[in-house]
C-alpha cells in the first residue's frame, strides 16, 4: 500500500463547476498536509495546507481534513481553464521533515 | 523575497560524467530539502539540511550522491559517475523554521545521454 494515493485521472471538469481532488494516506501519524498545484514542465507550486479536521477555505480553494478516515481532498469553485494542472497531495509525519507525496491527479478544464 | 532559485534549469550529460547543481532559498529559510521527480511520479526525498547540517538523507541518496550546505546558505547535490536512470527533475524546496510549509524552486532538469 502506498503511503500517499490519489486517482491519477485525468479528471476533466467543465469550466465553472467544482473540481474535487482526493487523496488518502495510511501514516496515522500524519498531522500537516498539503496541495501543490503543478503546470506541465514546471516545479510544484504551494496552494493549500492544513493541519486540523475540518475544511480550510482560500479563495476558490477548500481543503478538507478527515484524519479518522485518514482522507484529504481539495475542492476548487469556479474552475477556470487556467486551473489545469496536476495536483500533488502531500503529507508530513510528526516527528518527519521530509514530505511524502502521491502521485498525482492532473486535472483538466473543459472550456 | 526572490524565491527559491535552482540552477542549471537543464542539464544534458553524458553516462560517467559528474554533475553539481546548485539552489539557492529563500532568505531567513533554515531548512533545505532536495527532491527528485520523474515523469507521471510525485517528487521524492532524498535529503534534508537544517542550517548546515545534513539531518536525514534517503537511501535512494546512493554513495554516488552528495549533497552539502555550507554555512547553512546555498547547498550543491553532486551526482557522481551519471547513469541513465538518473535523468529526472531535481527539486529544491526550502522552508522557515517553526513553518512547515516548503516551496520549490523551478527544479533542475537533468538528462543523461
Known amino acids: 500500500q502506498k503511503e500517499v494515493e490519489q486517482n491519477s485521472g485525468p479528471l476533466s471538469v467543465p469550466e465553472g463547476a467544482i473540481a474535487s481532488l482526493n487523496c488518502t494516506y495510511s501514516?496515522?501519524?500524519?498531522?500537516?498536509f498539503f496541495w501543490y498545484r503543478q503546470y506541465s514542465g514546471k516545479s510544484p507550486e504551494l496552494i493549500m495546507s492544513i493541519y486540523s479536521n475540518g475544511d480550510k477555505e482560500d479563495g476558490r480553494f477548500t481543503a478538507q481534513l478527515n484524519k479518522a478516515s485518514q482522507y484529504v481532498s481539495l475542492l476548487i469553485r469556479d474552475s477556470q481553464p487556467s486551473d489545469s494542472a496536476t495536483y500533488l497531495c502531500a503529507v508530513l509525519n510528526f516527528g518527519n521533515e521530509k514530505l511524502t507525496f502521491g502521485t498525482g491527479t492532473r486535472l483538466t478544464i473543459i472550456p | 523575497d526572490t524565491g527559491v532559485s535552482q540552477d542549471p534549469r537543464h542539464k544534458i550529460t553524458k553516462r560517467g560524467q559528474n554533475v553539481t547543481f546548485r539552489c539557492d532559498p529563500i532568505s531567513e529559510h533554515n531548512r533545505l530539502y532536495w527532491y527528485r521527480q520523474t515523469l507521471g511520479q510525485g517528487p521524492e526525498f532524498l535529503t534534508y539540511f537544517q542550517n548546515e547540517a545534513q539531518l536525514e538523507k534517503s537511501r535512494l541518496l546512493s554513495d554516488r550522491f552528495s549533497a552539502e550546505r555550507p554555512k547553512g546558505s546555498f547547498s550543491t547535490l553532486e551526482i557522481q559517475r551519471t547513469e541513465q536512470g538518473d535523468s529526472a527533475m531535481y527539486l529544491c524546496?526550502?522552508?522557515?523554521?517553526?513553518?512547515?510549509?516548503?516551496?520549490f524552486g523551478q527544479g533542475t532538469r537533468l538528462t543523461v545521454v
Open positions: 524546496a526550502s522552508s522557515r523554521r517553526g513553518y512547515q510549509e516548503a516551496f
Open positions: 501514516d496515522r501519524g500524519s498531522q500537516s
